[in-house]
């Protein structure tokens, strides 16, 4: 196997190499090869990058794989990446981008199964045999396919920031995907207690409509377009000062649509209040809207005494009309989880 090296001239001279520098070369590139396999990324991200050990690497795992509280974003991710792997292009591995100037096998998690006196004869051919490795692993797809795991207005949100997801989700019955924007996200996330979030909803309620009503306007004359037009009339009803009508409508759109879309199993899954939902079991984006419509449908009996929940209900907008349920608050958060649901439906994610 001849490889190219330039002389003083800059010609472009082939020099054979010696058996065993190709016997080195093939071993490197066949324990490279076995150890990144791309049908096998589960069951977390950690184990897609499970070949590397640098520091930058390490970087990266801790920004994509956090523990939220009992969420587990490497299983969640783990649903969606064998849909992911068939829309990758061609993997390539780019060493310098991965490890900086720093290259060696020391940076390898491979380095106890090659024998360290190749190391050298490694390094000396690696800048001329460097794309022999190019269709290993292309990070950058990689990394786009798991932020397209994301629903798109979590982009750019810090993950450090979201270790209360599960409560914000379960306990506060939130709606976080797609709407509200990104920047509103983020103060969702930072705030301290249940209290400032309802208030900032309360706050910026007009830009999270807006949100709401760029994003279902976005789908197409389909099947789901009868809850586009019912959602878009629960926005236009909170825009002219009518927030309980808008209320009332968004609740019941929120129960047909489950009902319309899911079989009874389904339904249980992510509406019946006897087990708390799995957050790990659904798809990343699924989990994170049917979260919050789980934590919407808080059950409460008056008849043993329970107060009417102060949250968003689904169950006491129907059953509790009241000023304690109803609210302009709970009316937007009603109407973020019809356009998150809606957003959902029309992505396409829950037709597999």
Not at 72 to 87: E, I, M, S, T, Y
Not at 125 to 148: C, G, N, P, S, V
Not at 218 to 238: E, H, M, P
Not at 289 to 318: C, L, M
Request: proline share 5%; charged share 25%; with cysteine.
């Amino acid at each position: 196997m001849p490889v190219a090296t330039s002389g003083a001239d800059g010609s472009g001279d082939e020099d054979p190499l010696t058996p065993e520098q190709e016997r080195i070369l093939r071993e490197t590139r066949r324990k490279i090869a076995g150890s990144i396999d791309m049908s096998k990324l589960m069951p977390s991200v950690d184990h897609a990058f499970k070949a590397f050990e640098s520091p930058a690497v390490k970087m990266m795992l801790d920004a994509l794989q956090p523990k939220i509280g009992t969420f587990d974003l490497g299983q969640a991710f783990a649903l969606n990446l064998p849909a992911f792997r068939l829309d990758l292009p061609p993997l390539g591995l780019d060493y310098g981008r991965l490890f900086g100037p720093a290259i060696n096998l020391e940076n390898l998690a491979f380095k106890n199964a090659v024998d360290p006196a190749s190391f050298t004869a490694f390094k000396e051919i690696y800048e001329t045999q460097r794309r022999q490795f190019e269709t290993i692993f292309d990070l950058d797809a990689i990394l786009k396919a798991i932020d397209a795991a994301y629903p798109p207005n979590w982009k750019g949100v810090k993950s450090g920031e979201m270790a209360k997801l599960e409560s914000l989700l379960l306990d506060e019955g939130l709606a976080l995907g797609w709407v509200p924007e990104a920047e509103i996200l983020q103060k969702l996330f930072d705030a301290a207690t249940k209290q400032e979030r309802r208030r900032l909803l309360g706050r910026r309620w007009k830009t999270v409509m807006k949100s709401c009503r760029a994003s279902v306007s976005t789908v197409a004359q389909t099947k789901y377009s009868g809850y586009r037009d019912f959602t878009l009339k629960a926005i236009d009803a909170l825009e002219a000062g009518s927030p309980e009508a808008a209320q009332a409508l968004a609740a019941s759109l929120l129960d047909t649509m489950l009902r319309e879309t899911l079989d009874v199993t389904d339904r249980t899954l992510v509406t019946a209040q006897r087990n708390r939902l799995d957050l790990n079991s659904l798809p990343l984006r699924a989990s994170i809207v049917f979260g919050g419509i789980w934590g919407s449908f808080t059950e409460f009996y008056t008849s043993r005494g329970d107060k009417v929940p102060q949250n968003f209900s689904r169950h006491a907008s129907a059953h509790a009309v009241g000023g304690r349920q109803y609210s302009r608050i709970n009316t937007v958060i009603a109407i973020m989880h019809v356009t998150a649901y809606l957003m959902l439906l029309e992505s396409g994610d829950l037709d597999t």
